[in-house]
């Protein structure tokens, strides 16, 4: 690991890191958060974080809207193909955002071994993700979704749906 | 029509279709939470090609008011 990401990620008090981003982006994140200061994270103004949760950019970008809220003990991990959270979205507590995948084609390589991928996922705004679900690297949430709590996202849902399950699909279009 | 929606509803909350009535509403039926209330009513627009409003969806208390409300889209 660089050392320049060993001091960001190690050695830089939560409560200095929770005033740098209050005094350059106008949010709130909570000192028991474990955010890392990295460039290229972007915090809309009024975005809150709550305490436990943990949120990875130094592979990757990761930027949340406007007037968002990350419930307590998320987990958020930006790779190369970025995350992106829309205005006024909000993510329930224990929900957990990847940004990354591993091939898995050679059975002679251990897994973790093998080549990262990383696609990206796009939350659009207005979005409310219920607490528990999972959402995983691929995975475009479109404006107005809600998903209920514990469902696992992968892939595309629609704008204005309501969605549910493992694999989450959609039950009800909001109207 | 009637027994369209009483199959409808005994498949989406997994009760006998012998155990639903008119008078079945979310106090006698287990599974009928706000969830699967969504789920019943894509069932339904799904089964007789309608769309429902919003307050229609909301004056669904019973399986009485559901099927009034499916008969006022299928007149």
């Known amino acids: ?175 | 029509m009637n027994e369209t929606v009483i199959e409808i509803v005994s498949e989406v909350f997994g009760v006998d279709e012998d155990d639903v009535s008119e008078s079945s509403s979310p106090e006698t039926i287990d599974n009928w939470d706000s969830m699967n209330h969504l789920k019943l009513v894509t069932a339904i627009e799904e089964e007789f090609s309608i769309n429902l409003s919003m307050s229609e969806i909301e004056s669904i208390t019973d399986v009485k008011s559901l099927m009034e409300v499916v008969a006022s889209h299928t007149k």
Not at chain 1, 11 to 22: R, S
Not at chain 1, 37 to 66: C, H, N, R, Y
Request: charged fraction near 20%; glycine fraction near 10%.
């Open chain 1, 1 to 175: 690991m660089k050392l320049g990401k060993i001091v960001r990620r190690f050695l830089v008090p939560a409560p200095l890191t929770t005033f740098i981003y209050m005094v350059k982006y106008g949010c709130k994140i909570s000192p028991k958060a474990e955010v890392e200061l990295s460039s290229l994270l972007k915090i809309g103004k009024g975005t809150q974080v709550s305490s436990f949760t943990k949120m990875k950019a130094s592979d990757g970008p990761l930027e949340i809207g406007k007037e968002a809220s990350i419930g307590t003990c998320c987990f958020l991990s930006a790779d190369k193909g970025g995350i992106y959270i829309g205005d006024y979205s909000m993510i329930g507590s224990n929900t957990t955002i990847i940004g990354n995948n591993y091939k898995y084609d050679k059975l002679d390589i251990p897994i973790c071994q093998q080549e990262k991928t990383s696609k990206g996922i796009r939350i659009e705004e207005n979005v409310w993700i219920g607490a528990g679900c999972v959402i995983i690297d691929g995975a475009h949430i479109g404006k107005n979704v809600i998903v209920t709590p514990n469902s696992v996202v992968s892939g595309k849902v629609p704008e204005n749906t309501i969605v549910q399950g493992n694999p989450a699909k959609p039950i009800f279009t909001r109207r």
